[in-house]
């Protein structure tokens, strides 16, 4: 099976912008997370989208949002950026198993100058 | 809040000495896995420990997890360059999220 895929795997914008990210999860997963992971904070949960609805949500603002297509792709979009939210962007799908194991793709990198 | 705590942050090391970096909280935790991930790529799966007292290998590495699901352990035998990286704890809350450990770099060199 293709693990799960991420594009694009680099960005750089500017502040104010805003950046859609894409995720591809593992056939026959259906659920997708997103993470950001910097040096300071760590892995920090984002949301979950399965089957095209929001599940869990993370201690993030507004302007962080996502969505959930009927293939069970994923994007994530952040608007108004801030330098602050330079960071590494991952994404995870999830199968059936109960053990909420995830498997993640290769990240976006995110650099707000 | 749940949290989970890792330790240590950092650890460079020889080649060939044993190493064991260590995951604690305060919460009990229906499972907790352990994830290696090098620069510029994700995180990986080594594994999964469900019960307490639970210990699984793989290859040079043990894991095991406490009896209570509050803490686990990663232990390192004669480690080798290729196991440098970044090893993440990372425990299932009871609101179905996962929680990760700050982490643990480690450097192991030739």
């Known amino acids: 099976k293709a693990g799960v895929t991420q594009t694009p795997r680099y960005l750089i914008k500017t502040r104010g912008q805003q950046v859609t990210l894409s995720c591809s999860p593992i056939?026959?997963?259906?659920?997708v997370s997103w993470y950001q992971q910097t040096p300071g904070q760590g892995l920090q949960f984002l949301f979950e989208?399965?089957?095209?609805?929001?599940?869990n949500k993370g201690n993030f603002p507004g302007r962080f949002s996502g969505r959930q297509f009927s293939n069970s792709r994923s994007e994530m979009n952040v608007s108004t950026l801030e330098l602050g939210d330079s960071a590494l962007y991952l994404c995870?799908?999830?199968?059936?198993?109960?053990?909420?194991?995830?498997?993640f793709g290769p990240g976006t990198r995110l650099t707000v100058l | 809040t749940q949290l989970l705590e890792q330790s240590p942050q950092f650890l460079s090391i020889q080649e060939g000495e044993n190493l064991t970096v260590y995951c604690n909280s305060s919460?009990?935790?229906?499972?907790l896995q352990w994830y290696r991930q090098e620069p510029g790529e994700g995180p990986v799966l080594l594994v999964t420990?469900?019960?307490?007292?639970e210990v699984k290998k793989l290859k040079r590495l043990t894991f095991q997890f406490g009896d209570a699901r509050k803490d686990s352990s990663l232990h390192i035998t004669a480690a080798q360059p290729g196991d440098t990286g970044l090893y993440l704890c990372?425990?299932?809350?009871?609101?179905?999220?996962?929680?990760f450990g700050q982490g643990t770099t480690l450097q192991v060199k030739p």
């Open positions: 995870a799908s999830k199968g059936g198993s109960s053990y909420n194991e995830q498997f």
């Open positions: 056939s026959g997963h259906r659920s």
């Open positions: 989208y399965f089957s095209e609805t929001q599940r």
């Open positions: 919460s009990v935790f229906s499972s």
């Open positions: 420990v469900v019960t307490g007292g």
């Open positions: 990372a425990g299932s809350s009871n609101t179905g999220k996962l929680i």
